[in-house]
């Protein structure tokens, strides 16, 4: 295999995907239990769950200097180890509120950092041939990790007997997080460094000894002289930032990088999966593990999307699968909308859900970081990745936050019958589709050649 080491390195960082989606599993599938041990009333029970993603926004906003100044694969490390710190935590002290809280939140910020640092790493040591296909490991590997979250909480809270029992069975649940985090951490120490961060830091020897290791047909000379051109230029007037905030280019990278992360959130994910439960209750029998295998369900088919992106990606490019995706997305959506204002559940209905959360994650799900860190030419890349970061938890916050406020509303409930969440993020949706129109394709473009598309050359 001509590239297996590139190939290996991205397949370990991408599997922060998986500790995200256990985490997912088992914050889900133990929340019930977390709120009764600390008597938590509503708003103190959507904090509690929150709390991990205000976290994951201040591990973003440090994203360019750790990056930058210790490189990615030390700031995937840095990350890992914050997460293992937050889930030992749980467990040890998760007894008392202040310290879960506390802890929960450790977690999320060295969530957020992975998160932002990760998608800047696969995008440098990639060959430009499969990087669409390396960039879409970290959302498959959520959905594996969604699935073994679940299943994990599900099998372990059956095994207790006794209410007080299942209480507590919470803390040994975050205790397996641990575990996953730890070994996942271990294998990080076994991943290549960045050559394009050697080059960053004027560092040729090592760069070029990573280059032979990963890409054995790349001449390493040719590679440092075309990145020379656009992002060591000594000179500010020809240095690609000079040359994109003269130009206005800047604003454009910075707004893609703000729809792309914030509409990939504002589009109904999060209210799909929290709302299908009400949908499939009122269309199949309720029994006491309809919740567990819906959420298995779920996890298929989040886990079978990102594996089609996977595959497709570098065949039919970023804009095609965002195109059919977005369109998928938003039309799902809507056909739900409108038979939730007539009343009317049908295994349609069902069918949709799945349809959504199947184009959601071959599509924007998958793409929307890889996509972010192609386009951002190399010096700009931790701070454009951590920026969508920070845009990505604000909104999945805001939507979090939001969603029982829209869903609850006396007045839209009178107008729209129930349906208010499902129209509000179909338009949501469209609007990305919109916008798709505008962004370049990156398939199978250098990094030199996606630097130039920023430069003044063009104009």
């Known amino acids: 295999m001509k590239y297996k080491k590139a190939i290996i390195s991205a397949f370990i960082a991408g599997s922060a995907g998986f500790v995200l989606g256990y985490d997912m599993g ?24 929150s709390v991990f993603i205000v ?39 998760g007894d008392k509120f202040k310290y879960f809280m506390f802890y929960r939140g450790i977690a999320g910020a060295g969530m957020g950092l992975l998160f932002s640092s990760e998608p800047s790493y696969v995008t440098e040591i990639s060959p430009s041939s499969i990087r669409g296909g390396l960039g879409s490991i970290l959302q498959f590997t959520t959905g594996i990790g969604i699935i073994v979250g679940y ?20 803390k040994t649940i975050y205790g397996t997080e641990a575990i996953i985090v730890g070994i996942y951490l271990m294998f990080l120490f076994y991943i290549v460094n960045s050559p394009v961060w050697f080059l960053l830091k004027k560092k040729d020897d090592e760069a070029i000894k990573v280059m032979k290791e990963i890409w054995p047909d790349i001449d390493p000379q040719k590679f440092i002289a075309a990145h020379s051109s656009y992002s060591r230029n000594d000179d500010e007037t020809k240095n690609i930032e000079h040359q ?54 779920n996890g298929l088919f989040f886990t079978v999307g990102s594996l089609i992106s996977m595959l497709t990606v570098d065949k039919f490019g970023r804009k095609t699968l965002l195109f059919v995706g977005t369109f998928i997305m938003s039309t799902s959506l809507f056909i739900i909308g409108i038979h939730i204002y007539m009343n009317s559940y049908s295994m ?57 406020i829209i869903a609850n509303s006396i007045f839209l409930n009178r107008i729209l019958k ?21 962004i370049p394709e990156t398939k199978g473009k250098s990094l030199h050649e996606l630097s130039k598309y920023w430069s003044l050359e063009d104009d």
């Open 348 to 404: 349609l209905l069902v069918y949709l859900v799945y349809l959504f959360i199947f184009s959601y994650n071959f599509s924007a799900g998958a793409i929307r970081f890889l996509y972010i860190g192609e386009l951002s030419p190399t010096p700009l890349r931790a701070y454009t990745l951590g920026f969508a970061g920070i845009i990505n938890w604000i909104s999945d916050f805001l939507v979090s936050w939001t969603l029982p």
């Open 55 to 93: 976290g994951a926004v201040l591990g973003s906003l440090f994203t360019k200097r750790i990056n930058d100044d210790f490189g990615r694969k030390k700031a995937l490390i840095i990350g890992t180890v914050l997460m293992l710190v937050g889930a030992l935590g749980v467990y040890i002290f």
């Open 244 to 297: 994109m905030e003269k130009s206005g280019k800047l604003k454009k990278l910075i707004f893609i990088a703000f729809f792309m992360s914030a509409l990939t959130e504002l589009c109904g994910i999060n209210p799909l999966i929290y709302y299908s439960s009400d949908i499939f209750r009122k269309i199949m029998p309720e029994g006491p593990d309809t919740a567990f295998y819906q959420s298995i369900i």
């Open 418 to 438: 129930g349906s208010s969440i499902f129209f509000i993020y179909s338009i949501f949706g469209f609007i990305f589709f919109i916008l798709v129109f505008t």
């Open 151 to 170: 299943s994990v909480t599900f099998i372990m809270l059956k095994e207790v007997n006794t209410i007080q029992d299942n209480n507590w069975m919470w």
């Open 26 to 49: 088992i914050s889900g599938g133990t929340i019930n239990n977390v709120s009764t041990h600390f008597n938590l009333n509503s708003a103190w029970e959507g904090f509690a769950l």
